[in-house]
């Protein structure tokens, strides 16, 4: 398979400018690209996806597997990575770990704060691995998944994510500070399985025209360090375009005229200006966002040649994107959440107030209303010009 080999590549490369005693500790070593941690009973359950030393080195093993994954029980995180070193004849190497996936289990119990500082002072996992979490699953059952597309697990959910921009995915670091942060909620990416467990931990499922496979579900929304909802992946882009972590996509829209829709292909997005004004008890948050993209696909009647047709579509985008604002916080204040950080802007702008608000946010976010403007450029329309009859 295509890593393989360009890790073969790498190493080979690499070899050249080792000394014996480096070459040795070489193979010696297991490298990780992906941690599991669920939580249960008895206590932590680690799971590490091991690259099979067989396949990089071009050995025919029996199984042939591109990785081999190993779990263990204990108290501490420590004890159970110690239960595998001591089932595996090589090192473990977790330097080159990229992705810390979290079990919904262990997400919904609060154990994620205490997760983030054990990695931060960690010297053996980098404090810059993506954190994520689970639906439905633990995350040793997705570390087990044989990938159709990339063949491991980790490579598929790495890239998977990293269409999402970098700017929208957390490292320990980054949810440490949010943590501490007032006024704003984290939210973590998770996946989720599609398909029939069974069938995915089986090598066969590279075979099939149908096999089971990782997606990217949305973001997880948090309290404190709680799970406690989930956004589906739509919503979610939505949400990270108030954030400004927005790395595009598509908004479906009605035509002016009608029912029928047009898609605006969202390229770049960024909050130029976020205020808020009182209003009795009421906070009127305003964004001001500034976007460009292009029409996609157009089932409207107007002309699209002619300003008041851009105009009108503009003003039907502008819509959609308050409709779709509007639906989420209404999700947030029913759990009294605030994963737009509307907490903090007070924060910023009148601490004082903030020091008054804080300790019953949960509650007045509940009467926070949001007001999105979007100043909206379309760069091209394709060859559309009036459809619809």
Same mark, same amino acid.
């Given at each position: 398979?295509?890593?393989?080999?360009?890790?073969?590549?790498?190493?080979?490369?690499?070899?050249?400018?080792?000394?014996?005693?480096?070459?040795?500790?070489?193979?010696?070593?297991?490298?990780?690209?992906?941690?599991?941690?669920?939580?249960?009973?008895?206590?932590?359950?680690?799971?590490?996806?091991?690259?099979?030393?067989?396949?990089?080195?071009?050995?025919?093993?029996?199984?042939?597997?591109?990785?081999?994954?190993?779990?263990?029980?204990?108290?501490?995180?420590?004890?159970?990575?110690?239960?595998?070193?001591?089932?595996?004849?090589?090192?473990?190497?977790?330097?080159?770990?990229?992705?810390?996936?979290?079990?919904?289990?262990?997400?919904?119990?609060?154990?994620?704060?205490?997760?983030?500082?054990?990695?931060?002072? $960690? @010297?053996?996992?980098?404090?810059? *691995? #993506?954190? /994520? +979490?689970?639906?439905? =699953? !633990?995350?040793?059952?997705?570390?087990?998944?044989? $990938? @159709?597309?990339?063949?491991?697990? *980790? #490579?598929? /959910? +790495?890239?998977?994510? =990293? !269409?999402?921009?970098?700017?929208?995915?957390?490292?320990?670091?980054?949810?440490?500070?949010?943590? #501490?942060?007032?006024?704003?909620?984290?939210?973590?990416?998770?996946?989720?399985?599609?398909?029939?467990?069974?069938?995915?931990?089986?090598?066969?499922?590279?075979?099939?025209?149908?096999?089971?496979?990782?997606?990217?579900?949305?973001?997880?929304?948090?309290?404190?360090?709680?799970?406690?909802?989930?956004?589906?992946?739509?919503?979610?882009?939505?949400?990270?375009?108030?954030?400004?972590?927005?790395?595009?996509?598509?908004?479906?829209?009605?035509?002016?005229?009608?029912?029928?829709?047009?898609?605006?292909?969202?390229?770049?997005?960024?909050?130029?200006?976020?205020?808020?004004?009182?209003?009795?008890?009421?906070?009127?948050?305003?964004?001001?966002?500034?976007?460009?993209?292009?029409?996609?696909?157009?089932?409207?009647?107007?002309?699209?040649?002619?300003?008041?047709?851009?105009?009108?579509?503009?003003?039907?985008?502008?819509?959609?994107?308050?409709?779709?604002?509007?639906?989420?916080?209404?999700?947030?204040?029913?759990?009294?959440?605030?994963?737009?950080?509307?907490?903090?802007?007070?924060?910023?702008?009148?601490?004082?107030?903030?020091?008054?608000?804080?300790?019953?946010?949960?509650?007045?976010?509940?009467?926070?209303?949001?007001?999105?403007?979007?100043?909206?450029?379309?760069?091209?329309?394709?060859?559309?010009?009036?459809?619809?009859?």
């Amino acid at each position: 398979m295509k890593y393989l080999y360009i890790i073969f590549i790498i190493l080979s490369v690499a070899s050249i400018f080792f000394s014996q005693e480096d070459k040795h500790e070489l193979n010696q070593t297991s490298f990780s690209f992906a941690l599991g941690i669920d939580y249960e009973k008895e206590g932590y359950v680690v799971s590490l996806q091991l690259i099979n030393p067989g396949e990089i080195s071009g050995e025919k093993l029996l199984n042939n597997s591109p990785y081999i994954v190993y779990k263990a029980r204990g108290k501490t995180i420590d004890t159970a990575l110690e239960k595998i070193s001591m089932n595996t004849s090589r090192y473990l190497d977790l330097k080159q770990e990229q992705i810390i996936v979290l079990g919904e289990e262990l997400a919904r119990k609060g154990k994620t704060k205490e997760i983030v500082e054990y990695i931060l002072h $960690s @010297p053996d996992i980098p404090a810059n *691995a #993506l954190i /994520i +979490t689970t639906k439905g =699953n !633990k995350a040793s059952e997705l570390l087990e998944i044989f $990938s @159709p597309v990339e063949g491991y697990s *980790a #490579l598929e /959910i +790495t890239n998977t994510l =990293n !269409k999402l921009g970098r700017h929208a995915l957390n490292n320990a670091s980054e949810i440490k500070v949010d943590l #501490l942060e007032d006024g704003k909620d984290i939210s973590l990416p998770y996946i989720e399985l599609k398909g029939d467990l069974q069938k995915g931990r089986k090598r066969g499922n590279l075979n099939t025209t149908n096999p089971a496979h990782i997606v990217f579900g949305g973001f997880g929304l948090f309290k404190n360090e709680n799970l406690k909802k989930f956004l589906d992946y739509r919503d979610s882009l939505f949400l990270q375009l108030l954030n400004g972590k927005s790395s595009g996509f598509i908004i479906e829209s009605t035509c002016p005229e009608g029912s029928k829709k047009f898609a605006f292909k969202l390229f770049n997005g960024h909050v130029k200006k976020k205020e808020y004004k009182r209003v009795e008890n009421n906070y009127i948050f305003q964004y001001t966002l500034n976007l460009t993209g292009d029409i996609r696909q157009y089932n409207c009647h107007g002309n699209l040649k002619e300003p008041e047709t851009i105009s009108q579509l503009e003003m039907q985008i502008n819509k959609t994107i308050q409709s779709k604002e509007n639906k989420i916080l209404s999700i947030a204040q029913s759990y009294g959440l605030d994963p737009f950080g509307l907490g903090h802007s007070i924060e910023n702008n009148e601490p004082k107030l903030w020091n008054n608000l804080k300790e019953e946010w949960a509650t007045s976010i509940k009467n926070a209303q949001l007001e999105v403007h979007s100043n909206i450029t379309i760069q091209n329309v394709g060859n559309y010009k009036s459809r619809g009859d």
